[in-house]
């Protein structure tokens, strides 16, 4: 038998963790990276594939500029699918957020799906690096163990007639028929997968980003485009260690804030970042080994951040890993040009 949902101390714990703590960078930051991404190939115009990129854009009826605009709020807006809901074990209701969260701007369940760890290796779903698992945290942090209590046993939403809790079932979406099945790209699951929270092996952003790239070649948008890029998230040490917790917001918050004081993004430092990942082929339909390289590069680089909260020490790791994450949206625009020129 299911576990009793946990106690209202659960919930008030849990409201006062977890407002945007799964979001990694904001959703304003993630516009900015792109932006600066498209500024900083039009400052290398030789070593990138910007003219491409700035044809593509006139060719569907956008300025560069404006192309930058849609791609941006794409990138800004995968924070705020509503794709995946959670039911309770007990009343098999299902919701897109933590209840008492309805209304308000905080994570959404969508947000367990941007994560890729690099503590462990292949995942349940062969997936060379998995996504956000409980089971599976190196380092846990606050908000793991609190969203687990009040997750704990909760199964992801199947659709009318599957798992249910024991006295209902609410479907409201089916995720694990439609967003988990997009996001599989390859890699196998079953619903068991999904039938207790603290078991699920949630899949890796980088397959989220391959799903949207395929859309994208068979409909060459500014919006499908900036949902791929939306995985700049690897570049968060948090989410490629897996964890909820460890400073997660609080790093967030940081890097929207000291952005531009900090010069996090300089160009320069986007240049030397550029000679770290692997171009991608102008006709590759895989885009996640360039993801793959910006996880691995967080995973490394970025873990003073997990523990200190130090100026200093985030000045530090932040201008390492957002020029990185501005170089991997570089290798993805320099192949998406390619598509939106044909």
């Not at 009826?61 to 605009?69: K, L, R």
């Not at 909820?244 to 996090?264: A, C, R």
């Not at 909260?309 to 170089?327: E, S, W």
């Amino acid at each position: 038998m299911r576990r009793a949902l946990p106690s209202w101390r659960f919930g008030l714990a849990l409201a006062a963790l977890l407002p945007a703590a799964a979001q990694a960078f904001s959703p304003d930051t993630h516009a900015r990276l792109v932006i600066d991404a498209v500024n900083y190939m039009a400052a290398h115009p030789t070593t990138t594939n910007y003219q491409k990129l700035v044809q593509g854009a006139n060719k569907a009826g956008y300025t560069i500029d404006q192309f930058a605009q849609a791609m941006s709020q794409g990138a800004h807006d995968v924070d705020y699918f509503e794709d995946t809901y959670i039911c309770g074990a007990i009343t098999g209701d299902c919701v897109k957020a933590p209840l008492w969260g309805l209304g308000t701007d905080i994570a959404r369940y969508t947000s367990f799906w941007h994560f890729q760890d690099h503590a462990h290796g292949t995942d349940a779903h062969g997936n060379r690096y998995g996504g956000y698992n409980y089971k599976r945290i190196a380092i846990v942090g606050d908000i793991d163990t609190v969203a687990a209590g009040w997750l704990w046993n909760d199964y992801l939403d199947d659709g009318r007639g599957g798992m249910g809790g024991i006295f209902g079932d609410t479907s409201r979406y089916n995720t694990y028929g439609v967003t988990e099945f997009n996001y599989r790209q390859g890699s196998t699951s079953t619903k068991s997968m999904y039938a207790d929270y603290q078991a699920f092996p949630f899949q890796p952003i980088n397959n989220l980003g391959q799903y949207w790239f395929t859309q994208f070649l068979a409909r060459p948008t500014a919006q499908n485009i900036g949902f791929v890029l939306h995985t700049t998230d690897t570049g968060v040490p948090q989410h490629t260690w897996n964890t909820l917790g460890n400073n997660h917001s609080d790093w967030e918050s940081w890097v929207l804030t000291y952005y531009d004081s900090e010069q996090l993004g300089a160009f320069n430092l986007v240049e030397q970042a550029m000679a770290d990942i692997t171009p991608l082929s102008p006709t590759a339909t895989d885009v996640r080994p360039v993801m793959y390289q910006l996880g691995a590069y967080s995973y490394a680089n970025g873990t003073l951040v997990l523990s200190s909260t130090a100026h200093a020490d985030r000045v530090m790791v932040g201008r390492k890993v957002v020029p990185h994450a501005i170089a991997m949206v570089v290798n993805i625009l320099n192949r998406a040009a390619e598509r939106l020129v044909q």
